[in-house]
């Protein structure tokens, strides 16, 4: 079920397996961006979401303060009753780095993991 | 020279995963591509993201060093009258003293090719009592000093009279002062040409060569691919060769920088200078000084990827065309060095290329520097 439409991100909900799906597309704005996270915080926390997938592989480059800002969200996210989260690896080279920034920003808990496709994603989130 | 191509999760070895990163090279590649005037918005996004990246360690691994002075150059085309500033680089940045003190005496290939070339020049001079000696560029004349210091072991020469081309005042100065500091056994005479070599006037140079006499041999030292266009090359060389010189030694970086097509200048500069910094890397100096050394280097990339076809002052080219441009001019090229070190060290081979007529200093793949002498061809 899709929850969240914007141009270039969108947030998809399945009920049964409690996975959330956020699916970004080419460059987004700052403020785009944003949008997007601070979406997909507030669903978090009003719904019982166990799992969230950030599908980049369509994803342009977002500026530094951005990735930051995406960044200092995870907590919350943890917070609210995630328990694992998986990127699928995006195809842009720059965004590729700047995501292991992000990576690097984020210090890698052992509950977030970097994926090329969403079965194999699924078949490590489930297990937590 | 690839830093942290892999990302690992370190608080969990038994489920450690990594994921490959592309190389540096391959996202500003993707950057470069987009020239001459593709930047957009979302273009310069890409750029932030990649100098975010690039500056993280920047002064732990050369090749984000390499890709940020890329970045920077790349900046100064997208906004030429208002750059951004590159705070993060300033402190990278050491004085001008100390820099020619690391490249003359630390960095490998200006050290030897300065003590090959004069070393040279000084077998040519041989038992000659007089040396006239023409110095295309000689700056404060650094290579000069040294070669007034090896002609003390020309012992029948009496004479030496130095005519040195160079086209800013200051470093003129500076060169005769250096030059006049010292005294040998032979007697040192100073002609000062505040002028660029294209712009001389050869007529007048021929009579002062003639006037002066003895041996009349010609250096250059990485002045010769500051002449702007390849007609003024050939006819700097033409006029060279009419004043018959005894030999010609040419010093050049061996790359095509002269190329227009702007994506393989970029490919050519990348691979030019990832190799020069996996040398300076390797020098037995502080990681103060390996960053000045980059930054020095980024002046020359910011000339060669920032600057537009008619501004640009760095344009190299390959040895040899270097050796093509003195063959149609008259010249031959001769393998015929004295005091070739038997190591220079770092991984650097020094060869003679028959087929190009050219001693090279050969780092992995790339050649990055090479020597010519050449001789009239009578």
């Known amino acids: 079920m899709k929850v969240f439409s914007s141009s270039t991100v969108s947030l998809e909900f399945d009920e049964i397996k409690k996975v959330l799906r956020q699916v970004w597309t080419g460059f987004s704005t700052s403020a785009q961006f944003r949008e997007g996270i601070d979406e997909t915080v507030k669903f978090v926390k009003a719904n019982d979401v166990k799992y969230l997938i950030s599908d980049t592989s369509g994803q342009k480059p977002v500026g530094p303060e951005d990735t930051k800002y995406a960044a200092s969200v995870m907590p919350s996210l943890f917070g609210s009753g995630i328990k694992a989260m998986a990127f699928i690896m995006p195809k842009n080279v720059i965004t590729k780095l700047a995501l292991s920034s992000f990576a690097k920003e984020q210090g890698l808990p052992a509950n977030v993991m970097y994926f090329d496709n969403i079965p194999e994603a699924e078949k490590w989130l489930f297990t937590f | ?378």
């Open chain 2, 1 to 378: 020279m690839s830093c942290n191509s892999y990302v690992i999760r370190p608080n969990d070895l038994t489920h450690m995963k990594s994921f490959p990163l592309p190389t540096v090279f391959e996202a500003l590649d993707l950057v470069m591509r987009n020239y001459p005037d593709n930047f957009s918005d979302e273009v310069r996004l890409e750029i932030e993201a990649l100098l975010d990246y690039c500056l993280e360690g920047l002064d732990e691994c050369s090749e984000r060093f390499l890709a940020t002075l890329f970045i920077k150059a790349i900046r100064k085309h997208i906004d030429p009258h208002n750059p951004p500033e590159h705070i993060y680089l300033k402190k990278f940045e050491v004085s001008q003293i100390e820099l020619f003190n690391l490249l003359v005496k630390q960095f490998p290939f200006v050290r030897y090719s300065h003590e090959i070339i004069n070393k040279s020049i000084v077998n040519t001079v041989g038992t000659n009592e007089k040396l006239t000696f023409l110095d295309v560029g000689i700056g404060q004349g650094v290579q000069t000093v040294a070669l007034l210091n090896e002609l003390s072991e020309c012992y029948t020469l009496k004479e030496v009279t130095i005519i040195g081309i160079e086209p800013f005042q200051e470093a003129l100065v500076a060169a005769e002062a250096n030059i006049l500091a010292q005294t040998y056994h032979f007697n040192v005479k100073f002609i000062p040409v505040l002028d660029f070599i294209e712009a001389c006037d050869f007529a007048a140079l021929s009579n002062v060569v003639k006037r002066e006499g003895g041996i009349f041999i010609v250096n250059e030292s990485l002045a010769l691919h500051h002449i702007q266009d390849l007609a003024n090359r050939h006819r700097v060389i033409s006029a060279i060769r009419a004043l018959n010189p005894a030999s010609f030694f040419l010093t050049e970086p061996n790359v095509d920088h002269f190329e227009p097509d702007f994506y393989r200048r970029f490919q050519n500069c990348y691979d030019h200078f990832y190799h020069i910094f996996q040398v300076v890397d390797l020098l037995p100096v502080t990681s103060k000084e390996k960053n000045g050394l980059k930054m020095f280097f980024g002046r020359e990339i910011e000339d060669i990827i920032g600057g537009n076809d008619i501004e640009r002052f760095e344009k190299h080219e390959p040895s040899f065309r270097w050796a093509e441009k003195l063959t149609v001019n008259g010249f031959k090229t001769i393998d015929n060095f004295t005091g070739l070190p038997l190591d220079v060290g770092y991984g650097i081979n020094l060869g003679f290329d028959k087929r190009n007529g050219c001693l090279g200093f050969k780092f992995k793949t790339e050649t990055v520097i090479s020597l010519i002498h050449a001789v009239c061809d009578n």
